[in-house]
């Protein structure tokens, strides 16, 4: 492991400051804000407003699913010292992400928008901000689970199954109940 790495360890492993942690929630609020307002902001008409609807929906189910994987976590609690780890992680992990989302997805949009991207190389383009702002999440996931003393099965059930897994099921339960699954899925998924 080199010096630099050994440092950026151990900064990850040191708890947030109580100012750090209001700053990083409110810089998750805002960017989720941020990208589902993005192609709002982006918007012209060439681009499809379902992008934005569906934006909207997955910045609304994200959130929640934070919510969901704190619940969680917050019922396996081993001792107040791992909670607050997790805690800091979760909120270093959202804050990265989300960085990398709405630079993504924005660039995205800009490009569109000013370099005349066509709609497929648009929406190569979007879907790989939000490709490489989820492999950031996962990996910065697993590195905090391992340093958390957390087992790889462990992390990974959480992860896929109380991240994820909560995501999908909010998304298609939002997407029913606003009848905008019949745009995004062909029909309502629970009829």
């Known amino acids: 492991m080199t010096t630099a790495t050994a440092k950026s360890e151990a900064g990850m492993d040191r708890a947030l400051s109580p100012g750090a942690r209001i700053a990083l929630a409110l810089w998750a609020f ?3 804000a941020l990208y589902a307002l993005g192609g709002t902001l982006f918007a012209d008409q060439t ?3 379902g992008l934005t609807r569906t934006a909207i929906g997955v910045a609304v189910c994200a959130a929640a699913s934070w919510i969901v994987l704190g619940t969680v976590l917050f019922m396996r609690r081993r001792s107040r010292t791992v909670l607050t780890g997790w805690f800091d992680a979760c909120l270093r992990i959202m804050s990265w992400g989300d ?3 709405v630079l993504g997805t924005f660039a ?6 000013h370099a005349g991207l066509s709609w497929p190389t648009y929406l190569a383009a979007y879907t790989l901000g939000i490709v490489c702002a989820g ?4 990996a910065m996931w697993f590195r905090a689970a391992a340093r958390l ?3 790889a099965g462990r ?4 992860w896929f199954g109380a991240l ?3 995501f999908v099921v909010l998304f298609v339960l939002l997407a029913d109940a606003t009848g905008y699954s019949e745009w995004l899925l062909g029909g309502p998924v629970f009829g």
């Open 30 to 32: 805002g960017s989720t």
């Open 135 to 138: 492999l950031l999440m996962t």
């Open 47 to 49: 681009m499809d407003h």
């Open 99 to 101: 960085l990398a989302l």
């Open 164 to 166: 994820q897994g909560s």
């Open 149 to 151: 003393g957390t087992s």
């Open 108 to 113: 995205a949009h800009l490009l569109h928008a």
């Open 155 to 158: 992390a990974a059930l959480l």
